[in-house]
Structures are given as C-alpha cells and as structure tokens.
C-alpha cells in the first residue's frame, strides 16, 4: 500500500508540476529549431577582420564551440577552403557595421554543427569553390537555425540537409542561382524534421526543394525553376510526411515543368493555399492549386495537417510573395546579388537565369560590401559603447554574456536581436 501511495504522490507532482518552455533561439525564431542554443553558455567572439585566417578572422571564430560571434568590421572575407563550424555556435551577422558582411569562394559545413543560430550572413560559393561540394552542407546535427540568410553559387546543391539531421529551420532566406550543369536549390531529406518558412528559392535548375522525410514547407516562393523541376517529392523508398501551405510558384524562362513532380504513395502531403502562376506574363495573377493528387505530382495527400511546430502567423500566398521579394536574406542591407534576384521575381516571369559562372553578366561577381565604421566598444566585450548606454549594460567591464534583463538572452544577444525585426 505504501508503495501505491508513492506512486500515486510522484505521478500527482509530475501532473502538477509546471512546464517551463524552452527557450527561442532570438524573438521570431520558428519551425523545428526554433530552440536551437547557439553560444550562450560559451564567450563572446569578435570578428576583427575580413582574412581568410588567423587571429580575429571568422574561420577562427567558429573553429571553437560556445561561441556567440559578433563581427567588428563589414565586408566580403574571400574563402579558399571550406569553412568548417563547430557545435553550439551563433553567427550574428546584423552585429557588422556597413553592408554586413558576406564570404565569397567557398562553401560551409555545418555538419554536426549541433545548436548552431545563423543570422543575416551571406554565403556565396562560386565557380572556384571544391567541385561536387554545397555551399551549405548538413549531413549530420540537431537543432539548428538558419534565419535572413542568403546563400548562392552552389557547385552541387546550394543548401543541402542530408542524414541524420533533426530539428532543422531555415526561414527568411534566398537559395539561388546553383551553379550549372547541376544547379540545385537543395536536397531538404531527413526524418527529424525540417522547417522551411518564409524563403525565396530561385534560379535553380531543379530541387526547388528536393523533400524526403519529415517536413513543414510554408510560405515560400519558388521562382524560375528550370527543366529539373520545381518541388520533387524524393524518393519512393521509405515514407515522407509533410506539410505544403501557403507556397507560390512562379514560372521564369527557364521553367518548363509544372512546380510539383515525382509524387508517389509514400509520400503524405497535407496541401492547402497553394497558388502556381504559369503564363510569364509579367503580371503575378496566379490560381490556386485544387487539392486533387494530379496538381502535386502524384502525392498521396492527406485531410489532416501534421501537427509541425507552425509559423505563429501563416500567410495567404500572395502576402507571402510580398513578404518574400521585401524581407527575404541577410535583407538588413540588401546587396547587389540578393538585389538583382528579386528584381528578376518582380519581372513575375520576364526575367530570369540559370548560370554557369558567377563572375559574368548579368551577375557579375558578389559585388562591393561597404565595411562601414568601426564602432568604440571600450571594453572590447563586443557590444559597442553606445549600445552598452542604451541597455544599461557597462562600457568598462566585459559583461557581455550576463543577462540584465532577466529574459534569457545573454547582453550581447539582446543587443543584436535589437538590431533587427523580431519577426515579420
């Protein structure tokens, strides 16, 4: 009896004890890593310079776990190799001064990258990066988030997941222009969950995404996917569970397939408010796509959404081209890159190009970062002097990783999440 009692006491206090929620990676984080750590039980890191090396250089930030990485200097830092990122690290990229800040030459692994927080950086591979490699590579890792961040020029896929990978988001981010002959969008093929909310995929021969597994596909923009296909529903081998709502596909010259192809029995797709503008006319006035396996590529579609962690707001369709053409990448700054490719998706179906070589028209290179002002930050803990006023933190004492507001957030966190929108 005294046993049963017991039980019955531990299973009360279980019932009865409060829940306490985790924490968001930043204000607006969303999907499957939307709890995703980062570096806030590490030390702050301050980018110095723009080399491809060395003491101060962005490799060597991340070449380290427990690190928030905030940048003291704008630009493009040129990369040879590929950078390589540790576990528990957070890239604030809205932190640099100027035009932020881009690398150009190479691609990134985040692989086993766990708890990784990436913000407004540009990842720009290119013709002379590692042949058959992305320029965001995942092949292993849990909880991570990818947030207005614009990645191009992959050799092979452009933003790739691929393993056993889970809690993945990547929201508020350009995939474009994957470099020919291949020119892939990305494979996006895991079974721990992968959110994909609010992102521009476009100028990309094929995988606009390419989906296997579990996956939350909201309020995207697909545009001027080429003769590979739109969204590919991956593989017949093994089941894929899914969500596509709120997604506009937009026809470019280069398109000559219907936006969702390959669909088969095993992959369950909820599907809802999905609209396809196909006649390249100039104007964006596209139809919604009926709910009939047909319009899906053969998707064995379901009448119950899966229960994903959902954006906090879901768009119509056209509010998220709105969205998307306004806000979408390392948007604090706009550069001439991310700048021409939404001029193209303004074109609702003139314009467009799939590319073999970055550095030739129309594209012309990454183009010109200015690297800004550097900022005073007295006691080099790497919130400047003038945020340290406004935060009520101190100029002359390494604070940085305390947290005077009691909400979770490390200084250094509260400061750069200050920087930018909280959500759209």
């Not at 590529?297 to 768009?315: F, H, Q, R, W």
Request: hydrophobic residues 35%; aromatic residues 8%.
């Amino acid at each position: 009896m005294g046993l049963r009692i017991l039980s019955l006491l531990l299973l009360f206090v279980a019932l009865a004890w409060p829940v306490v929620s985790e924490q968001l990676a930043f204000p607006g984080a969303e999907g499957f890593g939307r709890y995703a750590t980062g570096g806030r039980d590490g030390s702050v890191y301050v980018v110095m310079n723009l080399d491809d090396s060395g003491k101060g250089s962005l490799r060597d930030a991340v070449s380290e776990s427990d690190r928030i990485i905030v940048f003291a200097v704008g630009g493009t830092i040129n990369i040879t190799d590929r950078m390589v990122v540790s576990k528990r690290v957070s890239i604030l990229g809205q932190t640099a001064p100027g035009d932020g800040i881009a690398t150009y030459g190479n691609g990134w692994s985040f692989s086993n990258a766990n708890d990784a927080i990436v913000r407004y950086i540009r990842i720009r591979m290119g013709k002379g990066g590692d042949k058959g490699k992305d320029a965001i590579t995942i092949a292993d890792g849990e909880n991570m988030i990818f947030d207005h961040i614009s990645v191009s020029w992959g050799r092979d896929e452009t933003f790739s997941i691929n393993g056993e990978v889970s809690n993945i988001t990547i929201q508020n981010s350009i995939i474009g222009q994957g470099l020919e002959t291949h020119s892939c969008g990305g494979l996006m093929q895991s079974e721990g969950g992968v959110s994909l909310l609010r992102n521009l995929y476009i100028d990309n021969k094929t995988r606009n995404p390419k989906v296997k597994g579990v996956n939350d596909f909201t309020n995207n923009v697909v545009y001027n996917w080429g003769s590979g296909g739109g969204y590919i529903a991956g593989g017949s081998d093994g089941k894929s569970y899914v969500n596509v709502v709120g997604n506009y596909f937009i026809s470019g010259p280069s398109t000559s397939k219907t936006a969702f192809t390959r669909g088969n029995d095993n992959f369950y797709a909820y599907v809802e408010g999905n609209f396809y503008d196909s006649d390249k006319d100039g104007e964006l006035n596209g139809s919604e796509l009926g709910v009939a396996s047909s319009n899906y590529g053969g998707m064995n579609l379901v009448e119950t959404k899966y229960d994903y962690p959902a954006p906090s707001t879901i768009m119509n369709a056209t509010a998220a081209v709105d969205y998307v053409a306004n806000h979408a990448g390392a948007s604090l700054v706009r550069d001439s890159v991310d700048a021409y490719l939404v001029s193209e998706l303004n074109s609702w179906g003139k314009e467009g190009d799939l590319i073999s070589d970055e550095t030739a028209s129309p594209v012309n290179g990454p183009g010109y970062l200015n690297p800004g002002t550097k900022r005073t930050d007295t006691d080099g803990d790497g919130i400047p002097d003038e945020a340290e006023e406004k935060l009520g933190t101190d100029s002359s004492t390494d604070d940085s990783m305390k947290d005077v507001e009691g909400k979770g957030y490390t200084n250094v966190e509260t400061w750069a999440n200050s920087l930018v929108p909280s959500s759209y």
